[in-house]
C-alpha cells in the first residue's frame, strides 16, 4: 500500500496516516508469527538432524550405553526447547515494552534508557501481551524522577498559550518600532546596532 495510491482515492493527510499506522501494527503482527513459525521449524529440524546422526552412531553400541546417551539426549532436547521458549517470550516481552515506551514522552534517550533498565531489573511478567504491573512501575518512576518525563499537560499547554505582540508601527515612535527593540532584533541575526 502506498501513499500516493490513498491520495488517488481522496484520503487527507490525517487519514493516510491513520491507515499506514494500522497497516504497520497489522504487518508486526504477521512479522512475530513469521518470526515463531520460523523459529519452530528451525528448531524441529535441528532436533530432526541431530537425532538422525545420534541414531548412526548407535549401531553396535549395547542397551545400556544406549540408554544412558538416549537420556542425555533427552535432557539436551528438553534444555533446547526451554530455552527457545524463553527466547520467545523474551522477545515478546522486548516488543510490548517497546510499545508501552512508545506512547511515553521522555526528556531524553538517557531517560528512556534509564527506565528502560529500571523496568528490565523488576522482574515484571508479560501475560497475554500485557507487561503486568508495568503502569504501577512507570508511576512509581515518575515520582522518584519526574525529570526523566516530558509532562504532556503542561508541554500542551504552552503550545496552545496565546502570545501577543504589538502589530508593527504601534510601538514607541509613531510609524515605527523602538530602536532599543530593533537593535534587539538586529543582534539577534548578527547585526550591528542601529543608531
Do not use: C, Y
Not at 501475560?127 to 499537560?153: C, H, M, P, T, W
Request: aromatic letters at 6%; zero cysteines; charged letters at 35%.
Amino acid at each position: 500500500m502506498k501513499t500516493e495510491e490513498l491520495k488517488t482515492q481522496g484520503l487527507t493527510d490525517d487519514q493516510i496516516a491513520f491507515v499506514m499506522a494500522e497497516n504497520g501494527k497489522d504487518l508486526k503482527k504477521l512479522q512475530r508469527e513469521n518470526e515463531t513459525l520460523t523459529h519452530d521449524r528451525d528448531t524441529w529440524k535441528g532436533k530432526a538432524e541431530t537425532a538422525e546422526s545420534t541414531l548412526k552412531n548407535f549401531e553396535g553400541i549395547d542397551p545400556a550405553k544406549l540408554q544412558q546417551e538416549l537420556d542425555s539426549w533427552k535432557e539436551k532436547a528438553r534444555q533446547a526447547e526451554e530455552d527457545a521458549k524463553n527466547q520467545l517470550q523474551e522477545r515478546d516481552f522486548n516488543d510490548a515494552l517497546r510499545d508501552a515506551l512508545d506512547q511515553i514522552t521522555f526528556s531524553s534517550e538517557a531517560a528512556k534508557r534509564d527506565v528502560t533498565a529500571q523496568i528490565r531489573a523488576a522482574g515484571l511478567k508479560l501475560d497475554n501481551g500485557r507487561i503486568l504491573g508495568l503502569n504501577d512501575l512507570v508511576e512509581q518512576i515518575r515520582e522518584k524522577d519526574a525529570s526523566a518525563f516530558v509532562d504532556e499537560q503542561q508541554q500542551q499547554a504552552q503550545q496552545n498559550a496565546a502570545r501577543f505582540t504589538a502589530p508593527a508601527g504601534k510601538r514607541g515612535a509613531p510609524g515605527g518600532t523602538d530602536t532599543a527593540d530593533e537593535n534587539q532584533m538586529r543582534s539577534w541575526f548578527g547585526l550591528s546596532p542601529k543608531k
